[in-house]
């Protein structure tokens, strides 16, 4: 089994600042992705950014990085320079080897001006 | 490519009443699956096909839910007969690889509400 803890329901962060989401996992399999999808107000579902279990370093994309601390099992997204675009829900998933994904309830994010 | 499609984007029903809901793929994305996502369970997978084969439909909550891929470009979920708890937004995804390196590819949703 597999599992997925995003503690945060909300968070708020000024426009240009920096913020992390965090994302507690926990899986048995020990090979694994792990996701972040956005969901803006509208309701799509819009991916971001993937780390494999055996990457050495932390993906990043664009503003987008994650903060893989295996150990811990823990999978942070940190949004650099926010925009107030960003505010959106975030959730984080992971894929094991069963290749079925499972996702967190998901952090509400609120950028202020 | 115009990403994945389906419809309708909002369903008001009543209670009792058969409903179908409609997604096309991207086109070369072998594998789709159908989501549900609810305040109360989040986001959850109830089946993904392979190829327009179901491989895993363990996350269908009862018999009253069916999904069909009968090629490439279309996949159905129906709900026959539906109940107000199936009120959710129903989401389609599709993607390369069952490993989803470059993320799943979300349509946007259709808004269930059974009255």
């Known amino acids: 089994a597999q599992k997925i803890t995003q503690t945060q329901p909300g968070m708020f962060v000024q426009e240009k600042e920096a913020v992390t989401l965090d994302c507690t996992y926990d899986t048995s399999d020990p090979s694994y992705g792990l996701f972040w999808y956005k969901q803006p107000s509208s309701g799509e579902m819009i991916f971001l950014i993937y780390?494999?279990?055996?990457?050495?370093q932390n993906a990043t994309e664009g503003r987008y990085s994650l903060n893989f601390q295996k150990a811990r099992k823990s999978a942070n997204l940190v949004i650099s320079a926010s925009q107030l675009g960003d505010s959106a829900m975030y959730f984080c998933a992971i894929e094991g080897g069963s290749y079925i994904p499972t996702f967190g309830r998901g952090t509400s994010l609120i950028v202020h001006p | 490519d115009a990403g994945v499609i389906q419809s309708p984007r909002h369903e008001v029903t009543e209670m009792g009443q058969e409903v179908t809901l409609r997604c096309k793929p991207i086109?070369?994305?072998?594998?789709l699956f159908w989501y549900r996502q609810t305040m109360m369970r989040g986001l959850e997978l109830l089946i993904y096909?392979?190829?327009?084969?179901?491989?895993?439909d363990s996350g269908m909550p009862e018999d009253r839910f069916s999904a069909k891929m009968p090629n490439a470009s279309f996949s159905t979920l129906k709900i026959q007969p539906s109940e107000p708890r199936d009120s959710a937004v129903y989401f389609c995804?599709?993607?390369?690889?069952?490993?989803?390196?470059?993320?799943?590819?979300f349509g946007s949703g259709t808004r269930l509400t059974v009255v």
């Open positions: 086109s070369g994305h072998d594998y």
């Open positions: 096909f392979n190829n327009n084969v179901p491989i895993d």
């Open positions: 995804a599709s993607s390369f690889t069952r490993q989803g390196l470059d993320g799943y590819t």
């Open positions: 780390q494999g279990s055996y990457d050495q």
